[in-house]
């Protein structure tokens, strides 16, 4: 399998037509590692959901996209559901309230991977343990609104990863959560692609969050790409004032430890 699961090369998206168009990503060159833990970090309008469309093929019809989408690893463009799973920041436009948990968390395996529903079901159970849901048979019977919030975005996580997708894509996947359940959720994800081997996007308005556990950080700012690098390196060099005040806005909250680590 190639290093590289993922080059962009100069992409800029622009979406809408005319007049009103809006540039979302402007001319963006990023390599995306094959089993990487990569963070996108950036302010509220920066460009990062667009950039996650943009790798699935999920972008609005209308919307221009020049420059090119390397897929080394994949040897062909990405079949979302697939090769991609999701996890979005509220399970409730994720997660089908009519199905249960087994069956939204089955489908994923039965149309992806071709087991039987029978099957399918058998794995459903087994993912939910995975994902540290209490009781996983009992679980596999309900429905979501039944479950905590925390335990929602578990079962989200099981069924984005029903169909061992190589990349997992994470936005603002805890954002919704408290603090306490954003670790975990957080330390779910960690273990979830170490053990699988997956490579994880992992999209928040957080440094501090991030850079708790993922490899690298890249830092978008107005559509565009304003530095990348292991976590370590952009904490500490912070070759743009944008980083470093993204980081400084986060002093007086609870950071974690590597952050506290690097203070002089
Ligand atoms: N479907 C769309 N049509 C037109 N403009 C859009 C569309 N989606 C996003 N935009 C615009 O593109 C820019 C980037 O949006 P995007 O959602 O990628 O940002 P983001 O970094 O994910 O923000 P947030 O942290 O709020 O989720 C913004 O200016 C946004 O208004
Ligand atoms: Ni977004």
Not at 33 to 54: D, P, Q, V
Not at 213 to 235: H, K, M, N, Q, T
């Amino acid at each position: 399998m190639s290093d590289i699961f993922c080059s962009l090369r100069q992409l800029s998206v622009t979406y809408g037509r005319g007049r009103n168009n809006a540039t979302a990503l402007d001319h963006i060159d990023l390599d995306i590692a094959t089993g990487e833990r990569l963070a996108i970090i950036g302010e509220s309008g920066s460009g990062k959901s667009t950039l996650a469309r943009a790798l699935a093929g999920l972008l609005p019809e209308g919307t221009k996209v020049t420059g090119e989408m390397f897929w080394p690893a994949l040897g062909h463009p990405p079949r979302p559901g697939r090769d991609f799973g999701f996890v979005f920041q509220d399970p409730g436009t994720s997660l089908n309230p009519v199905l249960t948990v087994g069956e939204q968390i089955a489908e994923g395996a039965r149309r992806h991977l071709g087991l039987s529903w029978k099957q399918a079901s058998t794995r459903a159970e087994e993912l939910l343990g995975r994902v540290r849901m209490p009781q996983p048979d009992k679980a596999m019977r309900a429905f979501p609104h039944q479950l905590s919030g925390g335990q929602r975005q578990r079962v989200a996580i099981a069924a984005a990863i029903a169909a061992r997708p190589a990349l997992l894509m994470a936005d603002e996947a805890t954002s919704a959560l408290d603090v306490v359940v954003q670790a975990e959720i957080v330390r779910l994800l960690d273990g979830l692609v170490r053990e699988d081997g997956m490579t994880l996007l992992f999209i928040t308005h957080d440094i501090a969050l991030a850079s708790g556990f993922v490899d690298r950080i890249a830092v978008f700012r107005d559509a565009r790409l304003v530095e990348a690098g292991p976590v370590r390196s952009v904490l500490s060099a912070t070759a743009s004032n944008y980083t470093a005040a993204l980081i400084a806005s986060h002093r007086d909250l609870a950071t974690p430890p590597l952050i506290e680590e690097l203070a002089p």
